[in-house]
């Protein structure tokens, strides 16, 4: 029997910023933190709020698990309710996964957030 992996601990603050909801993603981004976005995302698109900023400044990883939560919920944003989502915060390696994983293009990446509320409001 193998011993039990502990859950890596996360968090999702959701904010207001300019109008727009912004999803600020701490720590480790695996399946559990991709299903509380899914759960965050599905309630502010039922209120109509189709533009969106994910920051992900203060994300150690991003596990495949997570990829795939995030590539879900960006179709769900763009492609079901044609909407707009700009990611900041990324660096390189994070950029180059979600690139691969087809997020892009169809979220905008920004260099920063006010470049991503720019994004989004367009």
Same mark, same amino acid.
């Given at each position: /029997? ?22 600020? /993603? ?5 399946? #559990? ?8 995302? +599905?309630?502010?698109?039922?209120? %109509? ?5 994910? #920051?992900? +400044?203060?994300?150690? @990883?991003? =596990? ?6 995030? /590539? ?7 492609? #079901? ?6 990611? +900041?915060?990324?660096? =390189?390696?994070?950029? +180059?996964? @979600? #690139?691969?994983? %087809?997020?892009?293009? /169809? ?16």
């Amino acid at each position: /029997m193998s011993p039990q992996v502990p859950a890596q601990p996360f968090s999702i603050d959701l904010r207001h910023e300019e109008g727009v909801p912004v999803l600020e /993603m701490h720590g480790y981004f695996g399946q #559990d933190a991709a299903a509380r976005v899914q759960e965050i995302v +599905t309630g502010l698109l039922a209120k %109509g709020q189709i533009r969106m900023v994910f #920051d992900f +400044t203060p994300c150690k @990883l991003i =596990n495949s698990p997570g990829v795939v939560g995030i /590539m879900k919920v960006t179709m769900q944003i763009v492609e #079901d309710f044609q909407g707009d989502l700009a990611i +900041t915060g990324l660096d =390189n390696l994070k950029f +180059t996964v @979600l #690139d691969m994983a %087809g997020v892009f293009p /169809m979220a905008q990446r920004a260099t920063s957030r006010p470049e991503a509320f720019q994004l989004v409001k367009k």
